[in-house]
């Protein structure tokens, strides 16, 4: 089992930052990789960003390709997405999740693992 904690979240105004955390607990060495996905009030759960545990290969979503920055401390077991040049249209809820074995980057129903969510707010 693997446990992930997300933190960080906050409210902003437009164009500017923020940096969440998932701090990941327990079985770590069975992910393959990590990711970031949102999900706001009324919508579908949206992926955001993945990244390979080993060798840091990072996808994102054209939505936040260029403002946004995923990154993974494997010394702390924590991951990172830097956000920066936030819109309104970011607001939602944002999880962290790992997944192991075959990983598919971007498909939420193929990881395993998820942290209860770290709310962000843009205001205009």
């Known amino acids: 089992q693997v446990q992930l904690v997300e933190s960080g979240g906050g409210s902003v105004q437009t164009g500017g930052s923020l940096r969440l955390s998932c701090a990941a607990s327990g079985d770590t060495a069975r992910t393959n990789c990590m990711g970031w996905f949102r999900q706001a009030p009324g919508k579908e759960r949206a992926w955001v960003a993945t990244v390979y545990t080993d060798g840091g290969m990072t996808y994102y979503d054209d939505s936040v390709k260029g403002r946004f920055t995923i990154s993974q401390d494997n010394a702390k077991n924590t991951l990172y997405l830097q956000m920066n040049s936030l819109k309104p249209e970011d607001t939602a809820m944002y999880f962290c999740?790992?997944?192991?074995?075959?990983?598919?980057?971007?498909?939420?129903?193929?990881?395993?693992?998820w942290g209860q969510g770290t709310q962000v707010t843009v205001s205009s």
């Open positions: 999740a790992a997944q192991s074995g075959i990983c598919y980057i971007r498909t939420a129903s193929s990881f395993h693992y």
